[in-house]
């Protein structure tokens, strides 16, 4: 399993951004697929975890109403809509999928492939 992440940058507070991870299986339906973020000096926390079916969404409660997850099978690839960004929300992206899992983890340890990140920046 290989995961490439885009989409990050320099945005000013208050503005949006959407991160895009594109994996490389060959039957992504299959997958529950998650994003992380780990800021300078901080440890790798939670943001957001869809369903393989896509029916469920998860979200560090932090974040609940700016920031929205969701796949496109026929793309391979799951998104990360970040609105009304704030300079908290500086940090570098990861997205990641467990293996072999039917239900949806939050915990950074239930995932076993990760992308290599991409830095969102957010100044005050």
């Known amino acids: 399993v290989q995961l490439q992440a885009s989409g990050g940058g320099l945005v000013q507070a208050g503005g949006s951004l959407r991160l895009s991870c594109t994996a490389s299986?060959?039957?992504?339906?299959?997958?529950?697929m998650g994003w992380f973020r780990q800021a300078p000096g901080k440890e790798r926390e939670f943001v957001a975890a869809?369903?393989?079916?896509?029916?469920?969404?998860y979200y560090a409660d932090s974040l609940k109403g700016r920031f929205t997850i969701s796949r496109d099978d026929a793309k391979n690839t799951v998104y990360l809509q970040m609105n009304s960004l704030k300079p908290e929300d500086t940090a570098v992206y990861y997205c990641?999928?467990?293996?072999?899992?039917?239900?949806?983890?939050?915990?950074?340890?239930?995932?076993?492939?990760w992308g290599q990140g991409t830095l969102v920046t957010s100044p005050a």
């Open positions: 869809i369903s393989a079916s896509g029916d469920s969404t």
């Open positions: 299986v060959r039957t992504f339906s299959n997958y529950v």
């Open positions: 990641a999928t467990p293996s072999g899992l039917t239900t949806t983890p939050t915990s950074w340890t239930r995932f076993d492939y």
